[in-house]
């Protein structure tokens, strides 16, 4: 069977979003019956919300390898990689740009 994209409207926001050909294949192979009540964006919200996405991360303490001052971020440092704080790394992608 071949399919082709369409335009749905999201039951939360109400924006158009495509189902593409590629989802609905995929839909098909899962066997599911309906096609998708919610856009991405809707649907990922709707997610974290259900999955705890309210619960607060696990942060960790580190010394700034641009200022030295120390500060927390919400990933496991490698010791071979440099962490900054916000203000050093805003600094840092600024630069890059």
Request: with cysteine; net charge positive.
């Amino acid at each position: 069977m071949a399919f082709e994209d369409k335009t749905l409207v999201c039951k939360e926001c109400g924006n158009e979003f495509i189902f593409t050909a590629g989802e609905q294949e995929f839909y098909a192979e899962k066997g599911f019956e309906n096609q998708p009540a919610r856009c991405r964006d809707c649907r990922d919200k709707r997610r974290r919300g259900r999955d705890g996405g309210n619960e607060q991360r696990q942060m960790y303490k580190v010394i700034c390898a641009g200022c030295g001052k120390e500060t927390e971020v919400p990933f496991e440092p490698k010791n071979d990689r440099p962490v900054y704080c916000r203000d050093c790394f805003n600094k840092k992608r600024a630069e890059r740009d």
